[in-house]
């Protein structure tokens, strides 16, 4: 378990790095100005120049000091922003920014790098990131989902503009993950629905999961959702369309056993640990 140092510590520490008495003597209690203080401080035993920024950036990175590592690199944009290293330090500093969970700042950073930088040779990577910063941004499916069309945006943007590269590979993948989360979205609001009895509503969730996201691996509890609806609303006959597509598409699946069970008198339901957990613990709730 992580262990926060006591405040008293923690501001003594950041005290101990600072100049002398008379710096504190003038210090107006702000946290921010401790904090550029200690910039201050840092960089005096940095070289200047941008090649030791970037070397100082470098070194942050690898030790896992990403704020200043930032830090470093963003001022090399300031102080020598015609530099042949400032380039290459707006991706790095955006590439801190996500190693921070700073994805908002991240993306700003990247957007900007490949609007300035099209032609950059790390532009697919500047391209990955971007993605990256809005795929780990995802919420559970039980939340809105506007950040997973988001990442799926981007992503596909990945894939259409770098189809041969292992980024491409790895954003399609993403996109599979992604689609499924959205059709979890939609069977967690269709199964709410069929509990309240808001049936139609129920069905219309149902029936996109079955439409729209033919590839995850929740259209067989969607079917079998609209089997259950049907027989409830007295539609035997679109009942047994919906098991029979059910049963065709995937015959082996617990789902269709259910089904099954529903419509043949003396059918047993398929085992209660033989469903996804997520369903059982939705089911549990209720």
Known sequence: MIRRLPPLLVLGLGLAALPGCSWFSNWDGKQSSLDAERKVAMNATVDQSPEGLYAAGVESLQARRYAPAADYFDQIERDHPYSTWATNAKLMSAYAEYQRNRYTEAIGALDRFIQLHPAHRDIAYAYYLRALSH??????????????????????????????TAYARDARLKIDLARDHLAGKEMNIGRFYQRQRLYAAAIGRFRRVVEEYQTTNHVPEALHRLTEIYLTLGLPEEAKKTAAVLGHNFPGNPWYQDSYALLVEGAQPAPEDRRSFVTRAWDWAF
């Open 135 to 164: 795929y780990e941004q995802i919420a559970d499916a039980q939340r809105d989902q506007r950040t997973t069309e988001q990442a799926m945006v981007a992503l596909q943007d990945v894939v259409n503009r770098f189809p041969d």
